[in-house]
């Protein structure tokens, strides 16, 4: 929700500088300040100061944010004012209700997202609204602005996470995996969308041989990738997994010992799984790690060789 800006609205504020008469020449580094931002920020200090839950306050709130868009401190005295507007119903005026305002809100919210991509505050902010003020807000008013978003970054874990909530908080789920599969056709590497993916599977009517099939698909495609190895694990471990499977999927993972190490470390997994119950080839995979296809993480397969030991 966008109101118009103007500075004479604050004439009878008494500012709270950003910094008192000497502080400066004790600083180690001053930052330069605009005198746009330094005005701006002392009325936004001196209104949170008197807890001023205003109209002219949520209108300060929108070019303070305009000038820092990471100052969540202001975010939150958004959130504040909003919700005793609101209760008091002084923005309920020309017939409309709070659905109506808060739908404003969330339009003035998708136009700042749009030029600050990279920016979290605006996520946690709108996931507020949401849970606590916007009882009926849908999923499908949401979309656009998630997939705007994720197809500018199509990995932009603060989407990515916002979107997870959404389909948990509106409990719709049926058309994500269509979603996730626009995304991994146009990267197999998109870990974000792999991971939605497998978030999501629990919930979904899946055909778990079809899921199957399109795992192991996406790793013929290219084997060393480890998003989808991470996801034909998690397909595996989302329910009872009988010798058979195991033993089929063995079958296919050796098929690519020699070029993936993803590959190898998902043999010794199925190794030491007790439907197989070979440990000594586990511990020879992990060696194969330790020492020749993944040294960097030698720590982690000596500790899992050890566990195996132990066992």
């Known amino acids: 929700m966008s109101f118009q800006f103007n500075i004479k609205d604050y004439d009878d504020v008494a500012v709270v500088p950003l910094t008192h008469d000497g502080e400066e020449d004790n600083e ?3 930052i330069m300040y605009s005198e746009e931002y330094k005005q701006v920020m002392s009325l936004v200090r001196a209104l949170i100061k008197e807890n001023e839950l205003s109209v002219r306050a949520l209108s300060l709130t929108s070019k303070a944010i305009e000038l820092s868009p990471a100052f969540y401190t202001v975010w939150n005295y958004r959130y504040r004012i909003l919700e005793h507007l609101l209760q008091e119903e002084t923005l309920l005026q020309n017939g409309h209700d709070a659905s109506y305002l808060l739908n404003k809100e969330l339009d003035w919210l998708d136009e700042f997202t749009l ?42 874990y603060h989407v990515w996470s916002y979107r ?8 719709t789920y049926g058309h994500e995996l269509t979603f996730t599969e626009k995304y991994i056709e146009r990267d197999v590497y998109n870990n974000s969308a792999w991971n939605h993916r497998l978030s999501v599977l629990k919930q979904c009517d899946i055909d778990f041989d079809q899921e199957l099939q399109y795992a192991k698909g996406k790793i013929e495609y290219v084997p060393q990738n480890i998003s989808t190895w991470t996801y034909l694990r998690g397909l595996l471990e989302s329910q009872e997994t009988p010798k058979v499977l195991v033993d089929e999927l063995l079958t296919f993972t050796t098929k690519f010992l020699d070029e993936s190490s993803y590959a190898l470390e998902f043999f010794a997994y199925l190794n030491s799984l007790p439907e197989v119950n070979e440990p000594q080839k586990a511990i020879e995979a992990y060696t194969t790690l330790a020492t020749k296809a993944d040294p960097i993480r030698k720590n982690l397969w000596d ?4 566990l195996l030991q132990k066992s």
């Open 303 to 306: 500790h899992k060789i050890q």
């Open 115 to 156: 030029n600050n991509p990279k920016n979290y505050q605006i996520w946690s902010y709108r996931q507020a609204l949401l849970t606590h003020l916007h009882l009926h807000a849908t999923f499908t008013r949401e979309q656009p602005i998630m997939e705007l978003m994720i197809d500018d970054d199509s990995k932009n």
């Open 164 to 171: 997870k909530w959404c389909c948990s908080h509106f409990r």
């Open 28 to 30: 180690l580094c001053r």
